[in-house]
């Protein structure tokens, strides 16, 4: 069973009259890849922030392996931190950047464990040269940092975050500053990296993609609040609001009555699906994914629509298609032409009901995407007894 190692409790951080987090509870286990996911101003710099004791929380506590440690300053935390800008030292070689934290730390006297003294020159070179290797740079002590690309800047950055062997690694947005290219590389050598040291990893980013691709746990935040904590799957396939269903991912996000365990309503028109649970006749938001509709003939779709936009996205299109005013998106690789009337077929699976939400009616329309937008009748969704001709 996994050891929880940090837990944040009823944290709330306030600035002059804003408030940043409000009341979080989170716990985070020993040797797991967490992500605090969430759009700029959500609070989630501020959780690392306060984990990492450079903030301390207006109130709540914070916890680690079971003591707490509000009070107690960063550089007696047993964690280190890698920031988006990697404040390499330019002066100093790649071997000397990684080794600083260990030239100005102290560790305990083999012979004498009340005294404390600089770490052996041995060791420095031997835990340098390990942590070089880990991140792929085995070979490159002696090179300038001005020599590096950007990624191998990061790298460094990461070398010289982990020689110190801290329990937790706190992980800033770092690869924001690289391209696409690199970010995608990146992201697998970090989960590669984790898995290696066997420590904990807690990363901040807004980028969706780098959640699924590395996290074990992510956390959506959004207004200083916990949206949803779950693995990368749970969080797509079952998100608990249309923020977090908008957030992760594509979603088409339609109003629906739940007419009874396992058919739910729009269009006015009934279609079965795997949720139960709602009262009956429960407004409810529908999601269905982009990937998870078929393009069909029309006269064998269960809903009718016009085509409004396409756009070529190399392994498939993404397809705008206009139902009565609200607009769906639709990712696939069969192509259909703008103007085209097509239907769409959905299987049970397709469909995951949410309660309503502080968020629903905000996301899932693509409008802004076609040039009708302009000419959407504000009512953009009705019932409709009939097919959508």
């Keep these: 069973m996994p050891k929880e190692l940090i837990r944040l409790s009823d944290c709330f951080m306030k600035f002059d009259d804003d408030v940043i987090l409000d009341h979080i509870n989170l716990y985070i286990n020993d040797r797991e890849f967490l992500t605090l996911l969430g759009p700029s101003g959500?609070?989630?710099?501020?959780?690392?922030?306060?984990?990492?004791?450079?903030?301390?929380?207006?109130?709540?506590?914070?916890?680690?392996?079971?003591?707490?440690?509000?009070d107690v300053p960063p550089h007696k935390r047993k964690v280190n931190t890698v920031f988006q800008k990697y404040a390499l030292f330019t002066h100093m070689n790649i071997f000397e950047n990684v080794a600083f934290g260990l030239r100005v730390n102290k560790v305990p006297d083999p012979k004498d464990p009340k005294r404390m003294i600089k770490v052996p020159e041995a060791e420095i070179k031997q835990r340098v040269e390990?942590?070089?290797?880990?991140?792929?740079?085995?070979?490159?002590?002696?090179?300038?940092?001005?020599?590096?690309?950007?990624?191998?800047?990061?790298?460094?950055?990461?070398?010289?975050?982990?020689?110190?062997?801290?329990?937790?690694?706190?992980?800033?947005?770092?690869?924001?500053?690289?391209?696409?290219?690199?970010?995608?590389?990146?992201?697998?050598?970090?989960?590669?990296?984790?898995?290696?040291?066997?420590?904990?990893?807690?990363?901040?980013?807004?980028?969706?993609?780098?959640a699924l691709t590395m996290s074990d746990t992510i956390v959506v935040m959004n207004e200083g609040s916990i949206q949803q904590i779950g693995t990368p799957q749970d969080i797509y396939n079952e998100p608990k609001n249309a923020?977090?269903?908008?957030?992760?991912?594509?979603?088409?996000?339609?109003?629906?009555?739940?007419?009874?365990?396992?058919?739910?309503?729009?269009?006015?028109?009934?279609?079965?699906?795997?949720?139960?649970g709602f009262a009956p006749n429960e407004p409810v938001d529908v999601v269905i994914r982009p990937e998870d509709i078929d393009i069909v003939p029309k006269e064998q779709?269960?809903?009718?629509?016009?085509?409004?936009?396409?756009?070529?996205?190399?392994?498939?299109?993404?397809?705008?298609?206009?139902?009565?005013?609200?607009?769906?998106?639709?990712?696939?690789?069969?192509?259909?032409?703008?103007?085209?009337?097509?239907?769409?077929?959905?299987?049970?699976?397709?469909?995951?009901?949410?309660?309503?939400?502080?968020y629903s009616g905000m996301f899932g329309d693509y409008s802004s995407y076609s040039s009708e937008y302009d000419e959407l009748n504000e009512d953009r969704l009705e019932e409709d007894d009939g097919d959508e001709e």
């Design 42 to 70: 959500c609070g989630k710099t501020t959780t690392l922030r306060i984990i990492g004791g450079f903030q301390k929380p207006t109130s709540g506590d914070v916890f680690f392996d079971g003591v707490r440690i509000n």
């Design 130 to 210: 390990e942590a070089l290797a880990l991140v792929n740079l085995a070979g490159y002590g002696r090179r300038s940092v001005n020599s590096l690309s950007g990624g191998q800047q990061q790298r460094v950055a990461i070398a010289r975050a982990i020689v110190n062997r801290p329990q937790v690694l706190l992980l800033d947005e770092p690869l924001g500053a690289l391209d696409l290219k690199l970010r995608k590389d990146m992201q697998i050598e970090l989960k590669k990296i984790q898995q290696q040291v066997g420590i904990t990893f807690i990363y901040v980013t807004h980028d969706q993609e780098e």
């Design 243 to 276: 923020f977090v269903a908008d957030f992760i991912g594509e979603s088409n996000i339609i109003d629906g009555v739940m007419l009874q365990d396992r058919v739910v309503g729009m269009y006015g028109k009934k279609f079965p699906c795997l949720d139960g």
């Design 301 to 358: 779709g269960q809903l009718t629509g016009t085509v409004t936009e396409v756009t070529f996205k190399g392994m498939h299109y993404d397809i705008i298609v206009d139902f009565r005013g609200f607009k769906w998106l639709i990712q696939t690789t069969d192509f259909s032409p703008v103007g085209a009337e097509i239907g769409v077929k959905i299987d049970p699976d397709g469909f995951h009901i949410m309660k309503k939400s502080a």
